[in-house]
């Protein structure tokens, strides 16, 4: 195959389309080469390379060093710079660029092909000795390190040495024989280190750097920054070569980078940061302060440093032109790279840019209506389970502020939790389920996994786009960046804020939206789903096929879940509305009697309770369908367990301890989960359902009658395998649908259906469905029966066979789609075979799982339930998955 892309000057092999094999950085060059922007030339290295360098013990493949040479010459041809020249040398930047971007876990090299004659060379065309000799030490460390292995420290040691040595506080104070000086050092800081010297030759130089960047492919930072977005080891990552352009070559130079709109809010504005004579990663590193961009940014931000509108207003201009013109090239945000090489813009980078949710909805309901992008496509934009983040809570206006400092409000929401000062506090303080704030001078790649674990993240120190501000913002969690006012003192472990000294595990509260950190926990408030949100949701609506109901077994979910838009409930679990205060008793009453008259007696303290809970239901989703499933409880969950409790219920039922000991002893199942639950109960005990039929019932008239609607009722009967189970329950029910509607001389419509959460009941659809009316998925049950796998132990087991590449995702929480969707396909097709109009849907966990879903949409559900909080969640995958 063809193993290097060329690009620059107005044309280009491959483009934005060809993201597989030139990963994102290299497609998206190649996309702004063809559209003639002024890229700096280069060629992209294809990912296969990096396959293939794994397959065959770390090497490169021969043919592709032969292209990347031919690609050299273009280079040469292009810039009128040769590689290697004593006289007029190209310098070369090599990265890496996978098909998603990966910031920073992966390795750089800037300035490459410089050496002791290049240098000299360099110095002449640039007329800058200065220029020159801080290069070569910039390149001899970046290649030290990268490549070479000899840790940065090392250099920075020699560094801190020698300015202290020159009387200098800044690098920029050196002079060119200081770093002439210098790069010396650095060469024999190598040769020391590694018995052998600096590699002079420039090829040999660029075929350790390209190695190097593939081997940053598997380096413990980028396997763990994959894990945790799951992007797949197989894939590689490309590497771009390009000539360099210099961002500091003197006051008329500078480097940034840039939003196409305002990542946090989604606001029109060019957002975004620049550093006068600066190279690259120096804005992205947070060491100088930069500067805005425009002059309106500056302003609102209260910097008295000049804006690049008004240091550079031509390369200003042509700078927003471009970003427009991408823009609308790409019908997207953009967050691009830059240079200024004396006056000269160049475009070093573009791809889609991170953004909130937030931001995310106003960008694409903004860009509906500026014509960019139509409903569907920004339907299609906002990820679905990214809507959590805007269910976080943000700080409630009316309390009282105790602000003990304060920075740049780079991700939002708010968050409270205990001070930690290093990834690893964080992690064990998430293990021992304790909520935290990472709290740092600022964060880098090492810090992935604390931050993960924390609520929030603080750094003093570090811009909007600085390491910190870019990962929370892709996680979702709340950061604050640059507090200056508050000072780490990593020595004796506290945080200095203004008038308090804080330390290891005291409470803070970080306001990402203000960029406010308050002492102690603070009472929050609910965001409002309006505006942008209400209006996708209302596209979203128009464009699904499948309703969305939700499993609410409480007033309060039911109504937090109607609030979400949930059409209905699709289960609700009644075992659930014994767990609280008094009832849990009468529940265990009911479980621990000897005989029917004891649980009689039981069931008759029950039934009002259950009654009044119904038509509260009822009530608060009337017009909607409300599926209410006959008790299903694993016994054990609501058994005594410790004597104390023992003894307590005892005394409540009356009975001695001890024969309640004996009682439990024997209601003791081996395997619970596969016990004496489901219909199996209200086949033993009839009398159970049959309390729960009437109270069902009895709560349809009541809340018909306060309606002043119909209630149709669906009552669920769980865990069958047999469709003679189905018959007898479905006896129980219809027996007291005509003794409650005979008491009232009235009408009652209802339905009875099942759930399909056994195989053998998938199997047997066809059957099952000539008495059942509707069938709910209950996927959780029907993954654990399918594989045999218990779902209270699996965790146990799976993430090691995650780890181990058994199993890619964990069945529980994403469908299997090959074996228990298969089931779900076979149950679906034989019961609508049976009854062709017959309700389908799911109300397992992977009813609010957006892959799951747009599973369901593929064979035919008519509904997904899931938790109150998934509801906004499903009503989006539910409508991507019909785009
Ligand atoms: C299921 O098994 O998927 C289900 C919804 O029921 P439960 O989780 O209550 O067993
Ligand atoms: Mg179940």
Not at 227 to 234: D, E, M
Not at 401 to 412: D, T
Request: proline share 5%.
């Amino acid at each position: 195959g063809k193993w290097v892309y060329s690009f620059g000057a107005g044309k280009a092999e491959g483009g934005a389309g060809d993201v597989e094999h030139l990963g994102g950085k290299g497609a998206n060059l190649a996309e702004m080469a063809g559209l003639g922007l002024p890229v700096p030339p280069g060629l992209t290295i294809v990912t296969d390379a990096c396959t293939h360098f794994y397959a065959h013990g770390r090497t490169l493949p021969e043919e592709m060093k032969g292209e990347v040479l031919a690609g050299l010459n273009r280079i040469e041809s292009e810039t009128g710079r040769y590689f290697g020249s004593a006289k007029n040398p190209l310098l070369l930047s090599v990265r890496s660029g996978a098909r998603t971007s990966m910031p920073g876990m992966m390795d750089t090299v800037l300035n490459l092909g410089l050496n002791d004659e290049t240098v000299v060379g360099l110095a002449h065309s640039a007329g800058d000795a200065r220029f020159a000799w801080d290069s070569y030490r910039r390149f001899i460390q970046m290649y030290g390190d990268v490549v070479l292995g000899i840790e940065h420290e090392m250099f920075e040691e020699i560094l801190d040495h020698e300015k202290g040595r020159f009387g200098h506080e800044l690098d920029t104070e050196l002079t060119a024989d200081e770093w002439k000086h210098v790069t010396a050092l650095y060469k024999q800081l190598i040769e020391d280190e590694l018995g052998e010297p600096f590699p002079q030759e420039p090829e040999v130089q660029l075929w350790g750097a390209v190695a190097a960047v593939f081997a940053s492919w598997m380096n413990a930072r980028a396997i763990t920054y994959r894990q945790l977005h799951n992007i797949p080891g197989h894939w590689g990552t490309a590497v771009n070569i390009q000539a360099m352009v210099f961002g500091n070559l003197g006051s008329s130079s500078a480097t940034g980078v840039a939003f196409t709109r305002n990542p946090s809010t989604g606001e029109r504005a060019l957002y975004g940061e620049f550093l006068v004579n600066a190279q690259g990663e120096d804005v992205v590193a947070g060491i100088r302060t930069p500067q805005s961009l425009s002059e309106k940014a500056r302003l609102e931000s209260g910097s008295d440093k000049p804006s690049m509108e008004k240091l550079m207003p031509k390369a200003f201009a042509e700078f927003t032109a471009i970003c427009d013109r991408l823009e609308t090239h790409y019908r997207d945000m953009q967050d691009v790279e830059f240079t200024i090489e004396r006056g000269k813009l160049w475009m070093l980078q573009t791809r889609s840019g991170k953004r909130t949710t937030k931001a995310a909805m106003k960008i694409a309901v903004d860009m509906v209506a500026e014509g960019l992008i139509d409903e569907d496509d920004a339907v299609s934009r906002i990820e679905p389970s990214s809507l959590d983040q805007l269910l976080h809570p943000t700080i409630d206006p009316r309390m009282a502020r105790e602000v003990i400092g304060s920075g740049l409000p780079a991700s939002p929401g708010a968050a409270t939790g205990e001070i930690v000062f290093t990834a690893e506090d964080a992690v064990t303080a998430r293990e021992e389920g304790r909520k935290v704030i990472l709290v740092r001078m600022e964060t880098s790649p090492e810090d992935i996994h604390g931050m993960h674990a924390a609520e929030a993240i603080l750094t003093t120190r570090g811009g909007m786009t600085s390491h910190a501000a870019v990962v929370a913002r892709g996680m979702g969690i709340p950061c604050v960046t640059g507090a200056g006012s508050m000072r780490v003192d990593l020595r004796n472990g506290v945080l200095l804020g203004i008038g308090v000294k804080l330390k290891k595990g005291d409470i803070i509260t970080i306001d990402g939206s203000s960029g406010q950190v308050l002492q102690g926990a603070v009472p929050m408030l609910q965001p409002e789903l309006s505006g942008d949100f209400a209006k996708l949701m209302q596209w979203a609506d128009r464009t699904r096929r499948m309703t969305v109901r939700t499993n609410a077994d409480t007033p309060g979910d039911a109504r937090a879940a109607r609030s979400f838009g949930a059409e209905g409930i699709g289960l609700c679990r009644t075992e659930h509305m014994f767990f609280e205060g008094e009832r849990i008793h009468v529940m265990r009453e009911m479980i621990l009697a000897e005989d029917e008259a004891g649980r009689r007696a039981a069931l008759d303290k029950l039934l009002p309770m259950q009654r009044s809970d119904f038509t509260e239901l009822f009530t608060i989703m009337h017009g909607l369908p409300v599926t209410i499933r006959l008790l299903d409880p694993p016994l054990h969950e609501f058994l005594p367990k410790t004597a104390k409790e023992i003894a307590e219920v005892a005394t409540a039922m009356g009975l001695e301890p001890r024969a309640l000991a004996q009682r439990i002893e024997a209601l003791h199942e081996f395997n619970p989960m596969l016990g004496h639950r489901g219909c199996r109960l209200a086949i033993s005990y009839p009398e159970i359902a049959e309390m729960q039929a009437r109270a069902i019932f009895e709560a349809a008239v009541a809340a018909g009658l306060e309606t002043g609607a119909p209630v149709v009722p669906e009552i669920m009967v769980p865990l069958v395998g047999l469709r003679s189970e189905l018959d007898y329950v479905k006896g129980v029910i219809d027996r007291v649908a005509s003794e409650v509607m005979r008491e009232g001389a009235l009408e009652i419509s209802y339905l009875v259906g099942t759930m399909i959460e056994l195989p053998r009941a998938a199997i047997r659809a066809h059957v099952i469905a000539e008495a059942a009316e509707f069938f709910s998925f209950g996927t959780n049950d029907l993954t654990q029966t399918t594989f045999g796998m218990s779902r209270d132990d699996a965790s146990a087991f799976l993430p090691t066979y995650q780890r181990k590449g058994i199993i890619e995702r964990d069945p529980f929480i994403s469908l299997d789609f090959d074996g228990v969707g298969e089931l779900i396909r076979i149950a679906a097709e034989r019961g609508r075979q049976t009854r062709p109009d017959m309700k389908l849907g799911i109300c397992g966990e992977h009813g609010g799982d957006p892959a799951s879903i747009h599973f369901c949409e593929d064979v035919g559900l008519d509904y997904v339930s899931c938790s109150p909080f998934r509801v906004p969640i499903a009503r989006l995958s539910a409508a991507q998955a019909t785009i």
